[in-house]
C-alpha cells in the first residue's frame, strides 16, 4: 500500500468521521442527560436524509436550504418522543426499557418510511454531491468537505451551548446528578425535553449528509446505529469531545483497513477493536467513568 | 442474612408483594414452588399443555401450523434469553449469534456426516445447542467484563461481527448461504417440526423453571438486584453470569438448529439477523422480564400476531407499524410487562375480597379503598 493511498485514506477517515460525529453527538447527549440508549437514532438520520430528499424532489428546495426546514422538524419529533414515552420510563429500570422504547419507535419510523418509499435504495443529488475539488494533491468530493465543515461548525456550536451557556449548566448539572439539579431550582423535565429535541435535531443534518455520500433505504438504520453506539461508547458515555475523537478513530480505522486490505473486513477490523478496547476500558477511551452509580 | 436471602424469602413464599420502587420487582411473580401451585393452576397448566399438543392434529392447515411453529420457535428462544437477561439483569442483544450458529452447525455437520433431512437431523439438534455454548464461552468471558449499556454494545458489536463473517467466509458459503437437507415428511407436513419444538420448549420451561427456584437462581437474581453488594456477600457473580449466559446459549442454538431446519437454508442475513436479536428481547419484556411464564406469553402473541400481520399485508411496512405501536401501548399502561400487571391485579382484587368479607373488617376495607 502506497503512501499516498494510505493518506488519502486517512483523509477520507477524517472527513467522513465528522459527519459521524455529529450523530453520535446527539445520541451521546441523549445518553448522558437522559440515560437512554436511542436506538431508533439510526432510523432518525435515515428519516431526515428522507425528509431532505422529498424537499429537494417534489418541492425543489436545495439539500442545505432545506435543512431549516428538517432541523425544526426532527427537533419537535425528538420532544414528542420524549414527552409520549422516555418521561413516563421510571428511574430504576430505564436504561433497559428505553432500549426497548425506541427500539419499537424505530420499528414504527422503519414501518412508515417502508409503507410510504418501499425497500429502493435513494441517494440524494445535488450539484456539489458529485463535484470534488483539488486539494493537497488529493481530489477532495465538495460533499465531503462541505459535510464536514457543517459537521464541526454543529459540533462547535452545541460544545459552546453545553459549556459557555446557562442552558447548557443546567444540562451539565441535570448529566451529573438529576436530584441535586432538581434541589436548586432546575427545571430537570424541561432540560431533559430540549436536550432530546435538539439530540434528535442533529440527525436532520447527519441524515442530509450521510444521506448525500451513500445510497439508503429504510433498513439502513440497523447498520448506522451499530456504529454510533460503537462511537459513543468508545467516546465515552455524554463526551462531544469523546465522540469526535471516537468517530475519527473508528472511521480512519475503517477507511485504511478498507483500503489496504479489503472493504469487506473492514467492520469487522473495528468491532473488534471496539470489543477489545471495551475489555479492558470500560468507560471508553476518553471516557472518566466506567458506568454510573448503580 | 443477605440480600439474596430476603429475596429467597420473598419469592418462595410467592405472596411478597414488590415493595414500591423495588429494582426487582418481577421477582415475587414468579418461581412459586410447587408446593404453593393450587390444583387450579396444575389444571390450567395441563389445559394448555393439551391444546399445544392437540393444536396441529385438530387445526390441520399448513399455513396455520407454520406460524405455531414460529410461535414455538420464538417461545424457545425468548425464554432461554430470559434465563439470562431476565434472570441477571443483564440485556444481552446479542443472541443471534447462538441461533444463527445453530442453524450453520447444523447444516454443515448435516452436509459433512451426510445426515438426511427429517428425523435424523432432529437427533442432531443438541449438537447444535452444544456449539451454541462453545462460542459463548469465550463471547461470555469478553462480554461479561462489562455491565449495563457497555455490556449491551458489546454484545451488538460481537453480533456484528459474527455476522460480517459469515458473510466472508468460506466454510458459511458466504451470501449464498447453505442448504439443509429436505425432510421427507409429505408436502407441507409441518407436524414432525411442531412437536420437536414443542419438545425443546418442555425441555426450556423445565430448565427455566429449576434455575429459577434454585440456589443457583436466586444468585442470578441477586446479581441483578445489585451486583456488587451480591459479590460482597459471596456470590461468584462472574461464574455464575457465564453459566447462565451459557446455559441460554444452548438452548437458543438447538431451536435455531431446528428453525433453519425448517426453514431449509442459512443465509448470513437470516441467521445472524438484528430484528432477531431485539424480538426476543421485546416479546420477554411484553410479557414480563424475569418471570416464568411471560416471555413464553410475550413470544406467543407477538410472534403469531408478526406472522398474521406478514402474511395479511405483505411486506409493506404496515406490519412494523402494527408491532411498534402495539409494543408501545402495552409499555404505557403495563411498564412492567402483561404478566406482573395481571397479577398484580389478581392479588389486589383477592386482597380486596379477603379484606371486604369479614364484617369486622370493613373499617380496614374502608381505609384500603
Redesign the interface.
Known amino acids: 500500500m502506497s503512501g499516498t493511498a494510505f493518506l488519502e485514506a486517512v483523509i477520507d477517515g477524517i472527513l467522513t468521521g465528522g459527519v459521524y460525529a455529529l450523530m453520535a453527538a446527539g445520541l451521546t447527549l441523549i445518553?448522558g442527560v437522559m440515560d437512554i440508549?436511542n436506538?431508533a437514532q439510526g432510523i432518525m438520520v435515515i428519516l431526515g436524509a428522507y425528509l431532505s430528499l422529498w424537499l429537494s424532489v417534489d418541492l425543489g428546495i436545495g439539500l442545505l436550504p432545506g435543512l431549516l426546514i428538517t432541523v425544526p422538524l426532527m427537533f419537535c419529533l425528538g420532544v414528542a418522543i420524549e414527552f409520549c414515552?422516555m418521561r413516563?420510563?421510571?428511574d430504576?429500570?430505564r436504561?433497559?426499557?428505553s432500549?426497548?422504547?425506541t427500539?419499537?419507535?424505530?420499528?414504527?419510523i422503519?414501518?412508515?418510511?417502508?409503507?410510504?418509499v418501499?425497500?429502493n435504495y435513494q441517494q440524494l443529488s445535488a450539484s456539489y454531491v458529485n463535484s470534488s475539488v483539488h486539494m493537497f494533491g488529493f481530489y477532495l468530493p465538495d460533499i465531503y468537505l462541505i459535510g464536514f465543515g457543517l459537521a464541526i461548525a454543529l459540533l462547535a456550536g452545541l460544545y459552546y451551548m453545553l459549556y459557555r451557556t446557562k442552558f447548557g449548566r443546567a444540562v451539565r448539572a441535570s448529566l451529573q446528578n438529576r436530584t441535586a439539579a432538581d434541589l436548586i431550582g432546575i427545571d430537570v423535565n424541561r432540560v431533559r425535553t430540549v436536550s432530546v429535541g435538539i439530540g434528535v435535531a442533529v440527525t436532520a443534518v447527519g441524515g442530509m449528509l450521510f444521506g448525500a455520500t451513500n445510497s439508503f433505504n429504510?433498513g439502513t438504520g440497523?447498520d448506522l446505529i451499530?456504529r454510533l453506539?460503537?462511537i459513543v461508547?468508545l467516546g465515552g458515555?455524554g463526551s462531544i469531545a469523546g465522540a469526535m475523537g471516537a468517530a475519527v478513530f473508528i472511521l480512519v480505522i475503517n477507511d485504511v483497513v478498507a483500503a489496504w486490505w479489503s472493504p469487506?473486513?473492514a467492520?469487522?477490523v473495528y468491532?473488534?477493536a471496539?470489543?477489545a478496547v471495551?475489555?479492558f476500558r470500560?468507560q471508553?477511551l476518553f471516557g472518566r467513568v466506567?458506568?454510573r452509580a448503580? | 442474612m443477605s440480600s439474596g436471602d430476603n429475596q429467597s424469602a420473598a419469592a418462595s413464599s410467592g405472596a411478597g408483594p414488590s415493595g414500591p420502587?423495588g429494582?426487582g420487582?418481577g421477582t415475587a411473580h414468579a418461581g412459586q414452588p410447587a408446593s404453593r401451585r393450587s390444583p387450579v393452576q396444575l389444571a390450567v397448566g395441563g389445559v394448555i399443555l393439551l391444546i399445544f399438543l392437540g393444536f396441529p392434529v385438530v387445526i390441520t392447515d399448513p399455513t396455520t401450523n407454520s406460524i405455531a411453529f414460529f410461535a414455538l420457535v420464538f417461545m424457545v428462544a425468548s425464554a432461554a434469553w430470559n434465563m439470562f437477561s431476565g434472570y441477571t439483569?443483564y440485556?444481552a442483544?446479542g443472541h443471534a449469534v447462538f441461533f444463527g450458529s445453530g442453524g450453520y452447525a447444523l447444516a454443515l455437520l448435516c452436509a459433512h456426516l451426510n445426515v438426511g433431512g427429517g428425523w435424523p437431523s432432529f437427533a442432531l439438534l443438541p449438537l447444535c445447542g452444544i456449539v451454541a455454548a462453545l462460542i459463548a464461552i469465550p463471547i461470555g468471558l469478553?462480554a461479561l467484563?462489562?455491565?449495563?449499556?457497555?455490556f449491551?454494545?458489546?454484545t451488538?458489536?460481537?453480533f456484528?461481527?459474527f455476522q460480517?463473517?459469515a458473510?466472508?467466509v468460506g466454510f458459511t458459503g458466504g451470501t449464498s448461504g447453505l442448504f439443509l437437507p429436505l425432510p421427507p415428511f409429505a408436502g407441507n407436513n409441518n407436524k414432525p417440526f411442531y412437536y420437536v419444538a414443542l419438545v425443546i420448549l418442555l425441555l426450556t420451561v423445565a430448565v427455566s423453571w429449576l434455575v429459577r427456584r434454585s440456589r443457583f437462581g436466586l444468585q442470578l437474581l441477586s446479581i441483578r438486584d445489585?451486583?456488587?453488594r451480591a459479590l460482597g456477600l459471596g456470590v461468584k457473580t462472574r461464574r455464575l453470569k457465564l453459566s447462565a449466559f451459557v446455559l441460554s446459549a444452548f438452548f437458543v442454538g438447538m431451536i435455531g438448529g431446528l428453525y433453519f431446519d425448517f426453514i431449509g437454508q442459512v443465509f448470513p442475513n437470516t441467521a445472524y439477523d438484528?430484528l432477531f436479536d431485539?424480538s426476543i428481547?421485546?416479546m420477554a419484556?411484553f410479557g414480563g422480564?424475569g418471570t416464568l411464564a411471560g416471555p413464553l406469553l410475550g413470544a406467543l402473541v407477538l410472534e403469531s400476531l408478526q406472522q398474521y400481520l406478514t402474511l395479511s399485508f405483505s411486506?409493506?411496512?404496515?406490519?412494523?407499524?402494527?408491532?411498534?405501536?402495539l409494543?408501545?401501548l402495552v409499555?404505557?399502561i403495563m411498564?412492567r410487562g402483561v404478566v406482573p400487571a395481571v397479577t398484580d391485579l389478581v392479588k389486589r382484587r383477592r386482597l380486596k375480597a379477603m379484606v371486604a368479607h369479614p364484617e369486622a373488617e370493613q373499617q380496614l376495607a374502608g381505609v384500603a379503598g
Not at chain 1, 110 to 116: K, P
Not at chain 2, 145 to 150: D, E, F, G, I, Y
Not at chain 2, 315 to 325: Q, R
Request: proline residues 5%.
Open positions: 445518553f440508549i436506538i414515552f413516563r420510563l421510571r430504576q429500570d436504561a433497559q426499557m432500549i426497548l422504547v427500539y419499537a419507535v424505530a420499528i414504527v422503519e414501518g412508515i418510511l417502508t409503507a410510504i418501499g425497500d429504510p440497523y451499530s453506539l460503537a461508547i458515555i469487506t473486513w467492520p469487522i468491532f473488534a471496539l470489543v471495551l475489555s470500560p471508553g466506567a458506568v448503580q | 420502587g429494582r420487582a439483569g440485556l442483544l469478553i467484563r462489562t455491565r449495563r449499556h457497555t449491551v454494545v458489546v451488538i458489536a460481537i456484528f461481527i460480517l463473517v458473510y466472508n445489585d451486583e456488587d438484528p431485539l428481547a421485546l419484556f422480564l411486506s409493506n411496512g404496515t406490519y412494523l407499524i402494527a408491532y411498534g405501536v409494543f408501545l409499555i404505557l411498564p
